[in-house]
């Protein structure tokens, strides 16, 4: 017998190594879950690291109120075959609290406000671990995370000067009022992740998958025709066969042109394409370093 | 390259972790860019945003290296300050790369580069040759215990492509690795600038009969870097399930450090000591016959034996060694020099412990591997000796045996955060 892992067993081991950390060195950790495939991903490592039992943590949605309404049916239904407890922390409370103000104008995003709502969810339920399912090799300032990751009281990220990540010793150690953001999946890419997804056929929305769907062109990005969004005047609506790469809010996540729409047609999409997942997000284009930027302040 | 494969495909691909290190200027990050463009794994879009990143700094071509810098503060000055983890696979394997700086003062991410890694690739600019980078790289990838080592020899399209130039660094590195615990070494002269012996065999040095730096990464034989012998488990969390069809289930989660597990071994728990067998080997997807590293696996056994986090389970005649006073080297990565008498908070498997510095044997310089015993201020980025004492048993193996089950961590305890790494010996 030929005692090595492939890949995918591999990254699966290690992100059910990490789940488990979390677990064992943490009062009340909470999984940050957005309705996208790599959140999805991570309630199915989760429930593999505890089984039998049930995952020892709720989980937390960040609602903008902008959502595909797809995303918030898909995680319903999920909850209820989990038996997790669900908490929602909204966008449109934070708003209508005075908490943070709106965007206007027609590229308005919701995007930043979720990091207001995130940290006073965090603080109202006193979770000191919060995990994600950001990866690596999304985007550049995410390269440069850790699978722990220090907060200071204001939730803030400090990358210039982050404890060290040897062997597989995790330190969470941290102060009263500090907290973790912890990310399993760091060592995934999207291609991992849609491998693994085949391989263990996971259930995801059927945005994911090729669909007609109306859609209009901004800046070469294709968006969703929605009531949360205003079109300029040369901004025409056409039919188009597409389908997500990442699922965040409507006013944000552009659609790609795609006739994959089964999972071993996506692997093969996503193995031979030639942009980033993230390359359709609105809300990375706004500059060169506005993940770190965001991140700096408390964002996933 | 991108032909896609077939899930069966990728279901026989695995996963090697290298680091790199290089000095200021030789070409790490350009090398790596290279690696990333030559194997199709730069996207059009990254593509795009450095050129146009690099025709606004008023650079000559496309500067590579943009890719992995991504902090502001990296990128203003144009060097690498954390290690930066980049991802790339060919139909062969998938690989992560920690991409470590090589400036001075950040040793310590270049150890905690090298602490997962089953290879270190070290470049050498084949002008300058060996310099005190080197020397110190190579010292760490033989003290972090990587398994194999591949040295480049860069810029070879400035010195003419000279074997003998190859050759002499070649020689000169040898001869200090022999100092070293370093057993599988390869040289490869290349030219990231150019492409030469990256990923395309260059036409430039017909004299270099050897593989590429990209065939050697895809064909080292990595099967047997992990301890296959002594059975090590730590235990890291106890799982109960409290519902009415698992009524009695007590499962120990943790990930294998070591040996091959079996239903059915004898084994015994530390620090107990008792007895019993392996019931059941469990996880999500059915029950395994067998657990060998780096698995994340459930054992149930056949007794009910109180076992909590950080306990152990291990074969009976196969015991690692338990004692409260261990002797590590330990690289330091803080301002404040590692206090004699001072105590820490140490991690150590999945079990936690404090201890006190009892003694600072010696602090080794690395670039001569003398051993000093006079200078015992062991202040950031130094290499020491010391002697623990801690304050319950540790079940250890020595580092060289098992870097699971060898390596810990030291946190401060006013601050929490990670001041040192130790290597048991």
Not at chain 2, 388 to 393: G, V
Request: with cysteine; glycine share 6%.
């Amino acid at each position: 017998m030929n005692y090595h892992l492939n890949h995918l067993k591999e990254l699966e081991s290690e992100s059910i190594f990490i789940i488990r950390e979390i677990a064992a060195q943490f009062e009340k950790p909470v999984l940050m879950f957005s309705g996208g495939k790599d959140s999805i991903l991570m309630t199915y490592l989760a429930q593999k690291a505890f089984y039998p039992a049930r995952i020892p943590f709720p989980l937390l949605h960040v609602d903008t109120g902008h959502n595909f309404p797809e995303t918030i049916a898909f995680r319903d239904q999920l909850m209820e075959k989990l038996g997790v407890k669900l908490l929602v922390g909204s966008v449109q409370e934070a708003i209508d609290k005075g908490l943070v103000t709106e965007e206007t104008g027609f590229n308005a995003s919701r995007n930043g406000l979720q990091t207001a709502a995130l940290l006073e969810a965090l603080e109202t339920h006193q979770f000191d671990a919060a995990l994600g399912g950001a990866r690596r090799d999304e985007e550049k300032a995410r390269a440069k995370e850790r699978f722990f990751s220090h907060r200071d009281e204001f939730g803030q990220w400090d990358p210039k000067n982050q404890r060290p990540e040897l062997w597989n010793l995790f330190n969470g150690k941290k102060h009263m009022g500090e907290h973790f953001r912890v990310f399993p999946i760091s060592n995934w890419t999207e291609l991992d992740v849609w491998q693994y997804i085949a391989m263990e056929n996971i259930e995801l929305p059927n945005l994911y998958l090729a669909h007609k769907r109306m859609v209009f062109n901004r800046n070469g990005v294709y968006l969703a025709d929605s009531e949360f969004i205003n079109r300029k005047p040369d901004e025409v609506l056409e039919e188009k066969m597409v389908r997500f790469r990442t699922i965040g809010d409507m006013t944000c996540t552009g659609a790609s042109l795609s006739e994959a729409d089964t999972l071993e047609k996506i692997v093969e999409e996503v193995a031979t394409t030639r942009i980033t997942e993230r390359g359709g997000r609105a809300d990375d284009k706004r500059s060169e370093t506005s993940m770190e930027d965001r991140k700096k302040k408390g964002y996933f | 390259m991108n032909e896609p494969l077939s899930l069966e495909e990728y279901k026989k691909m695995d996963l090697l972790r290298f680091t790199t290190a290089g000095s200021v200027d030789d070409g790490k990050s350009t090398l790596i860019g290279r690696l990333l463009y030559d194997s199709k794994s730069i996207f059009e879009d990254q593509y795009d945003a450095i050129k146009e990143t690099s025709e606004r700094r008023g650079e000559e071509g496309v500067n590579l290296a943009l890719l992995t810098d991504g902090l502001k503060a990296e990128r203003e000055q144009g060097i690498t300050i954390d290690v930066a983890y980049r991802y790339f696979s060919t139909p062969k394997r998938k690989f992560i790369i920690a991409d470590t700086p090589g400036h001075i003062q950040y040793t310590r991410n270049m150890v905690t580069g090298a602490s997962t890694a089953n290879l270190a690739l070290i470049l050498i600019d084949a002008r300058n040759g060996i310099v005190e980078q080197t020397k110190r790289h190579a010292f760490i990838a033989s003290l972090l215990q990587i398994p194999h080592l591949v040295v480049c020899i860069n810029k070879m399209d400035l010195v003419d492509y000279g074997q003998e130039v190859y050759e002499k660094i070649k020689d000169e590195f040898s001869g200090f690795a022999a100092k070293l615990d370093v057993n599988d070494i390869h040289f490869v002269p290349v030219s990231a600038l150019k492409g030469d012996n990256v990923v395309e065999k260059s036409d430039a040095m017909p004299w270099y009969e050897g593989g590429t730096l990209l065939y050697y990464l895809e064909n080292v034989h990595i099967g047997s870097d992990h301890n296959l012998i002594d059975c090590r488990l730590p235990v890291q969390f106890v799982i109960r399930p409290y519902k009415d069809e698992f009524h009695d289930y007590r499962g120990y989660a943790g990930r294998i450090a070591g040996g091959i597990f079996k239903k059915g071994d004898e084994v015994m728990t530390l620090p107990s000591g008792f007895t019993t067998k392996i019931k059941a080997i469990d996880t999500f997807d059915g029950e395994v016959n067998e657990a060998f590293p780096p698995m994340s696996v459930t054992i149930l056994l056949e007794d009910d034996i109180d076992i909590s986090r950080g306990d152990m389970i291990v074969r009976k005649n196969n015991i690692p060694e338990t004692s409260q006073d261990i002797e590590v080297m330990v690289c330091w990565f803080t301002d404040t020099p590692l206090q004699l008498r001072g105590k820490y908070t140490i991690l150590h498997t999945t079990s936690e412990a404090r201890c006190v510095v009892k003694d600072i044997r010696y602090k080794m310089d690395i670039n001569t591997l003398h051993r000093n015993v006079d200078d015992k201020v062991i202040g950031m980025n130094d290499i020491a000796r010391v002697v623990l004492r801690t304050t319950k048993p540790l079940f250890f193996d020595e580092y060289r045996k098992n870097r699971i089950t060898g390596s810990i961590i030291f946190i401060d305890e006013g601050t929490n955060r990670t001041v040192g790494a130790g290597m048991i010996i």
